[in-house]
């Protein structure tokens, strides 16, 4: 396979799923001891939170564009930013490099419109949730997304940054998130997009009565196939 660069640290529970997920699909193409051939610029992510908080997104932009192309000077031939909120970043990557940066938001509406399905709820950090940049890409897809409503938004947040970021797992945070999930069916939600790459961590596909879409595996996924796929 064709090497995958990931960009990782934000969070390093998400990179971990990433990892795991490439090897085992590798493991499952080739067989065993077949892993994936990964290269990681992994960041510290208190850095990344702080300058998030801080609205600093020229400086996020810069740090990005260089892991980027540190990815592909190392050997990549294409590249996964592990983290939902950090594709408001893609831009500032794609332009300083030769390979291609896959789309989280792009890979995950191509699973919803193969269900054909035209309105979905979208969790995920306060930035994913209330920024455009995931809810124009399915829009493009002619997909419909709803959003949580304010408070609820703050506790997913919360639980996002407090708890799944430093992989904590509380029943009583996922008891919220399936209230939450289940209002946003009531109001129409035909699926649900666990649009922050550690939501996997505590909700999974039996936990709801639509379809979950995993923007973790999705993305995964999309890279491994074009590490795969014939030349």
């Known amino acids: 396979m064709k090497k995958i660069g990931l960009i990782g640290g934000i969070t390093p529970e998400s990179t971990i799923l990433y990892y795991r997920i490439l090897n085992e699909l590798n493991s499952k193409s080739l067989g065993k001891p077949h892993s994936a051939e990964v290269i990681i610029n992994s960041f ?28 592909e000077n190392a050997g990549a031939t294409c590249i996964v930013i592990c983290a939902n909120t950090m594709h408001l970043c893609i831009n500032a990557v794609r332009s300083v490099v030769n390979i291609p940066v896959i789309h989280i938001a ?6 919803i419109t193969a269900k054909k399905l035209k309105k979905v709820a979208l969790l995920g950090t306060k930035y994913t949730m209330e920024k455009d940049f995931f809810k124009d890409i399915l829009s493009s897809f002619n997909v419909e997304t709803i ?40 109001s129409g939600a035909e699926g649900i997009i666990l649009g922050c790459t550690e939501i996997p961590l505590l909700i999974q596909h039996n936990d709801v009565d639509v379809p979950v879409f995993d923007t973790t595996k ?3 996924t999309a890279a491994y196939n074009f590490a795969t796929k014939s030349s």
């Not at 792009?106 to 699973?111: G, V």
């Open 44 to 71: 510290d992510f208190g850095q990344i939170s702080k300058l998030q908080k801080e609205s600093k997104w020229d400086l996020l932009d810069e740090l990005m564009a260089n892991a980027g192309k540190n990815l």
């Open 147 to 186: 959003i949580p409503n304010e408070e609820d938004r703050n506790e997913i947040h919360r639980v996002i940054y407090q708890e799944l970021s430093s992989g904590e797992i509380h029943e009583k945070s996922k008891e919220n998130y399936i209230k939450i999930i289940n209002k946003l069916i009531k």
């Open 218 to 220: 999705i993305h995964a």
């Open 106 to 111: 792009e890979a995950t509406s191509k699973s």
